[in-house]
């Protein structure tokens, strides 16, 4: 045969092969299977929508989409193909490595093409990657491996779903669980705001009804109508409901569990470095700022709003007032006005982990050969407009200020309004002095306003300044009780910023408000200004109704100097109290900057031996397998936790008490109707008419016994009670078929809220 023949010929093989292949798929490929398919994986896309509000950037949507095709694909070819469970398995992780441009598209070469760089993330994001994204406030944008958790959703969620609905004749109203379990995941790792609640919501619902009655030929179109019409009713009833009667809580979120790395109590007061700045400092250039939009701006360091009888600190509580700080993704605020003015700061001689900031900051963008450093580890406080990097600011480093100008406008006509209900924490060993000169010194003033500024302005007036330098008169640094103490028992109020600030805010607290200490720069020139340690001051801050934190400067002026005459008594009434023994008082050391482990270490995984790249990447289809078992292991661990707690818990009735309801809890995961508003005696009456040989009686009179008894059970009454738990727990289910035993293991029926 002459070559030209043989040429036709070999494409014809290939086009044979080619059909060969694609047959299984073109049988495969009828409306019934296409829609089985289609439609768990458009209820995971609108189930993944609460993470919008997450990311904000178009990267979201490409992981989604991509996660969706990939996984539901995957899914599909095992159907047609009639692929083995581990065939699928290997499929499944290889391709979810080799499209890791999804997850990681900062590392990626040509936007497209992943590098080792990209699995090493992938595979240690597959652990950490849900701190990173609970601990960093949204926006997250698409740096780094965040868009791993979004990803590995989508496929994971689509190519189980996608199979069970495939695959299964009876069984196929499973595959709507994986939406909604990732509906609940997307919450839970979402934020308060709620994206298309109602619409998505009513949607879904109406698409499952749909083709589940359409998969059992029960689909009938009234009802269809019946149903989206009932469903349309009541999201506008909720909705008309809700902006009437809003909820008192908001919705439950994780980040709100997670307590961010750095903890602000373990680093120094700032105020207490204070007379640092006023002496080394003095002439040492801090900070150049430059493109100030107005004269005078109040700059900030940090807001102090706990005080624990020695120092003003940064609260590390979670409390209305003080808010948390949060790892910042994009920006530090999800809108940017449209009025929002950069401010250039160059660092020279400052060297601390507060960053300035100019208040009511919108983004933060570090610059210089650190950027990398003081991005990662920035966090933000946007309750008390506070930041800090624990990897220091020195010289050399630089930032870009965003801020929002409003927040540096003090409002005007706030003598009327009422202070702000806002949480603090409550101070600690206060001073015996600071109530009775706060009372006197307010017992004039008929409003709040007048009443705040009354303490600020009998300070400014009645105290003198000195920083206790070299040539001034003495006073010492300091702000805890005794140093407080000592000054306002004296003849002559003496202090600076430091100790005027300290004893306001503990005296507007004195009267019921809330109030903070601020210390920062006060500029009085816009432009570009260069400011040094002489250039920081300090001030208080109360907040008001509709108006926000108002500041207050109760420091006499630099000039207003101690005279040598002892001064009119009745200028300044001082109450008659006791000195007490000032308190040893430590020097507060900086901790090891070692809490921020809540990210996925760049420079740690670049630093790994080649042969354990390869050996973490082969251990990734073993994890693979654990994250698809991890919602049923998710639920046996918590039923453990929650069976370990009622056993150990408490005094001996409420371990009793403890079992009978774990008795309870395994009752109804078994399908055994347990109704409410009964007694223990009635309950276990029906059970034990409903199951032969559970002997559930006997265990209601054991815990009724204990709790009404006139003595406290003894602790081996508690250990003989849980061993009889258990062997009533074996006899029920012993009577059981082992499929309904196995589902009761999985079974969430325990774990919803129930009347009692």
């Known amino acids: ?36 398919a289609v439609v768990p994986v458009l209820l995971i896309g609108m189930a993944i929508a609460p993470l919008h509000a997450v990311y904000l950037d178009p990267a979201l949507y490409a992981a989604v989409v991509g996660g969706l095709v990939l996984g539901g694909g995957i899914a599909v070819a095992g159907a047609a193909y009639r692929l083995g469970a581990v065939t699928m398995i290997s499929v499944t992780v290889i391709v979810f490595f080799l499209f890791g441009a999804l997850a990681a598209p900062s590392t990626v070469v040509l936007g497209v093409i992943p590098t080792p760089t990209t699995w090493q993330l992938m595979g240690v994001g597959m652990v950490t990657v849900w701190k990173h994204v609970l601990t960093v406030a949204p926006p997250l944008g698409a740096g780094g491996v965040v868009l791993l958790l979004p990803y590995l959703f989508t496929f994971v969620a689509a190519v189980v779903a996608v199979t069970i609905s495939l695959r ?72 008309g409901a809700s902006v009437f009667a809003a909820p008192t809580s908001q919705r439950v979120v994780l980040r709100d569990y997670v307590e961010p790395p750095p903890d602000p109590q373990d680093l120094p007061s700032p105020l207490a470095g204070f007379r640092n700045y006023a002496d080394e400092l003095a002439d040492v250039d801090l900070f ?5 939009p107005q004269d005078e701006t109040l700059l900030r ?65 570090f610059s210089g050969a650190d950027a990398a450093d003081l991005s990662d580890t920035f966090y933000y406080n946007q309750a008390t407009d506070t930041g800090l ?87 010492r640094p300091g702000h805890g009780s005794a140093r407080l103490q000592e000054m306002l028992d004296a003849e002559q109020i003496v202090g600076d910023e430091e100790q005027y600030a300290a004893a306001m805010a503990l005296m507007v607290r004195a009267l019921g408000y809330p109030a903070r200490v601020v210390l920062g720069f006060d500029v009085t020139s816009g432009g570009t200004v260069t400011l040094t340690g002489e250039d920081v001051t300090a001030w208080v801050e109360v907040p008001f109704e509709g108006v926000g934190w108002v500041p207050f400067f109760p420091t006499p002026p630099e000039d207003q100097i101690p005279q040598a005459e002892d001064p009119d008594p009745a200028d300044r009434p001082q109450p008659q109290v006791l000195q007490p023994p000032p308190p040893p008082e430590e020097p507060a050391e900086v901790p090891p900057q070692d809490r921020d482990d809540a990210e996925v270490d760049n420079k740690t995984i670049d630093k790994l031996p080649y042969y354990n790249r390869w050996v973490l990447i082969a251990g990734i289809g073993s994890g693979s ?23 150990t818990r408490g005094d001996t009735v409420d371990r009793i008490t403890g079992g009978w309801d774990e008795v309870i809890d395994s009752l109804r995961d078994l399908g055994v109707a347990t109704p409410s508003g009964t007694t223990r005696s009635e309950l276990a009456t029906q059970v034990d008419a409903q199951v032969d040989g559970a002997d559930v009686l006997t265990l209601a009179r054991e815990a009724d016994r204990a709790v009404f008894a006139p003595e406290q059970p003894a602790e081996e ?16 289910a012993a009577g059981m078929p082992w499929r309904r035993r196995m589902r009761a293991r999985i079974s969430t029926r325990s774990l919803r809220r129930r009347k009692r």
Do not use: C
Not at 191 to 212: H, I, K, N, R
Not at 288 to 292: A, D, H, N, P, R
Not at 625 to 647: E, N, Q
């Open 168 to 239: 299964t004749r009876r069984l196929y109203s499973l595959s709507l669980a994986l939406p909604a379990v990732v509906l609940m995941a997307s919450i839970l790792f979402g934020t308060y705001l709620s994206v298309l609640a109602g619409v998505l919501g009513v949607l879904a619902v109406v698409v499952a009804v749909t083709w589940v009655a359409w998969r059992a030929d029960r689909l009938e179109l009234n009802r269809v109508l019946a149903v989206t019409i009932v469903l349309a009713v009541a999201a506008l009833g909720g909705t």
């Open 625 to 647: 397998l654990l994250v698809l078992l991890s919602p049923l292991l998710l639920i046996l661990a918590i039923k453990g936790l929650r069976r370990r707690r009622r056993r």
């Open 288 to 292: 150049t700022v430059s493109g100030l």
């Open 389 to 475: 990097t624990t990897a220091r600011l020195s010289e050399g480093d630089g930032f870009e200020l965003v801020a929002d100008p409003a927040a540096q406008v003090v409002p005007e006509n706030v003598t009327e309004l009422a202070v702000a209900n806002i949480t603090l924490p409550e101070p600690r060993d206060v001073p015996d002095a600071i109530g009775s000169l706060a009372g006197r010194y307010s017992a004039d003033a008929n409003s709040p306003y007048a009443k705040i500024e009354a303490i600020a302005e009998s300070l400014s007036s009645y105290g003198f300044f000195s920083h206790g330098l070299e040539g001034e008169v003495p006073s």
């Open 1 to 36: 045969m002459s070559a030209d023949a043989a040429a036709p010929a070999s494409r014809r093989e290939r086009r044979v092969q080619a059909r060969s292949w694609l047959t299984p798929l073109a049988r495969w490929a009828s409306l019934r299977n296409v829609l089985n």
């Open 301 to 365: 360091l940090a807001a102090l709003d706990s005080y624990d009888g020695l120092v003003w600190s940064v609260t590390g509580e979670n409390v209305p007032g003080s808010g948390v700080f949060r790892r910042i993704g994009e920006r530090v605020e999800v809108e940017v006005p449209d009025d929002a003015y950069a401010v250039d700061v160059h660092v020279s001689g400052y060297d601390d982990v507060w960053v300035l900031n100019a208040g009511g900051t919108v983004d933060v963008n």
């Open 717 to 732: 009454h508690v250990t003989t009670y849980w061993a009889a738990i258990r062997r009533a727990a074996s006899r029920v």
